[in-house]
């Protein structure tokens, strides 16, 4: 038969029990229809995982969340909500957080929260952004440099990146090594000829390399010998002088 207006309907709005009671015919009935939520949860969501990117690159957070009913996804940086923007932009509803090219900036941690009426739960990551190498003067030609026999001469070699990069110093493309003429300082920064012989002119190279690229700076160096035939004539004039100053 068709339920009396004397029915009733009790529901939860969720993860409860919906009730309907009512009266047919003289004969009560009662249905009760059982609905179970389940807490959010995110896939690693109980460690920080540390993500690293190189500058100019694309990132991709993940954020796979579970739960009943299905959470919602909101992205947090630095304590604020994060809108989707050109930027940082969200993906399947906030499944992923995409950060289409990755800079200096973009760097830090990063929290994914998943919310619905049965609870909340969080993963967190943090991004690191890897700089390429930078050097002063580097992105000048060979610069000239010229010393005297038996003089000494620095070379710098100022790097910067992150992470901060390596250095290697290469005379006519063979590797450099602290000697009895040559000493590598400062982990790279510098080279010193110590006392400059003919031999060590030619071409000097510093190599700064890390993960995230390699650049150089070049150096022509050119030792400057003793011209005997000058020093001769400075000799034979140098002694008229002296012979004209005397019978003067």
């Known amino acids: 038969g068709v339920p009396s207006p004397a029915q009733e309907r009790v529901l939860a709005p969720s993860g409860g029990v919906q009730v309907s009671r009512g009266l047919v015919h003289d004969y009560k009935f009662q249905y009760v229809y059982m609905f179970v939520s389940v807490p959010p949860s995110i896939k690693g969501g109980n460690v920080t995982t540390e993500v690293t990117a190189l500058l100019d690159t694309v990132v991709t957070l993940e954020c796979e969340a579970r739960g009943v009913p299905l959470p919602t996804i909101t992205w947090y940086r630095k304590g604020e909500v994060i809108l989707s923007s050109r930027q940082a932009q969200y993906v399947e ?7 289409p090219r990755a800079q200096a900036s973009d ?9 619905s009426v049965a609870g909340s739960a969080e993963k967190s990551y943090t991004l690191d952004v890897y700089l390429p190498p930078t050097i002063a003067g580097g992105d000048k030609g060979p610069i000239k440099r010229k010393v005297v026999l038996s003089k000494s001469l620095m070379l710098e070699c100022e790097a ?9 110093w290469l005379k006519d493309g063979i590797p450099v090594h602290d000697g009895a003429s040559v000493r590598v300082l400062e982990q ?9 012989a003919v031999s060590d002119s030619g071409h000097y190279t510093c ?9 150089e700076v070049k150096y022509d160096i050119r030792v400057l010998g003793i011209n005997m035939q000058n020093i001769a004539v400075f000799m034979f004039i140098n002694t008229c002088m002296n012979l004209c100053i005397t019978l003067c």
Do not use: D, N, R
């Open 93 to 99: 509803q906030g499944h992923y957080l995409k950060i």
């Open 107 to 115: 760097a830090g941690q990063y929290i994914c929260k998943v919310t």
């Open 160 to 168: 910067g990146g992150h992470p901060p990069p390596s250095l290697t």
């Open 188 to 196: 790279g920064k510098k080279l010193e000829i110590l006392s400059a």
């Open 207 to 215: 190599v700064a390399t890390s993960i995230a690229g390699e650049k």
